[in-house]
């Protein structure tokens, strides 16, 4: 079993930069994939990106972050970050971090954080 702990987030101007991070807990997290979900009020959650433990960490990003957004993990240190670039006010949202054992990227994940607000501004 992994616990998942975001942090991060804030209010961010328009075009600015967020980083958000991702500590887990479990001495198998190198096992995981491990991926960012996001949820506006009256919205689906989205999976922004994803990024496998095999395939040398393969990674997914969603059409509408791809070139802004970029994942990336230290498993020695347990964590996963979300660096988020060009910021714009549609991606104002809780951020979400999931773990799940598979090495698929999919939106089935077994474990899930608490999630941390992002707020972009206009």
């Known amino acids: 079993q992994v616990q998942l702990l975001e942090s991060g987030g804030g209010l961010v101007p328009a075009g600015g930069s967020l980083r958000l991070s991702c500590a887990a807990s479990g001495r198998t997290f190198s096992m995981y994939t491990i991926a960012w979900f996001r949820q506006a009020p009256e919205l689906e959650r989205e999976l922004v990106a994803g990024i496998s433990w095999s395939g040398g960490g393969s990674t997914y990003y969603a059409g509408s972050v791809k070139g802004r957004f970029t994942i990336s993990r230290d498993n020695a240190k347990n964590t996963v970050y979300l660096q988020m670039n060009s910021l714009k006010p549609e991606d104002t949202a809780v951020y979400y971090c999931?773990?799940?054992?598979?090495?698929?990227?999919?939106?089935?994940?077994?474990?899930w954080g608490q999630g941390t607000q992002v707020t972009v501004s206009s």
């Open positions: 999931a773990a799940d054992k598979s090495p698929r990227i999919t939106t089935e994940f077994d474990y």
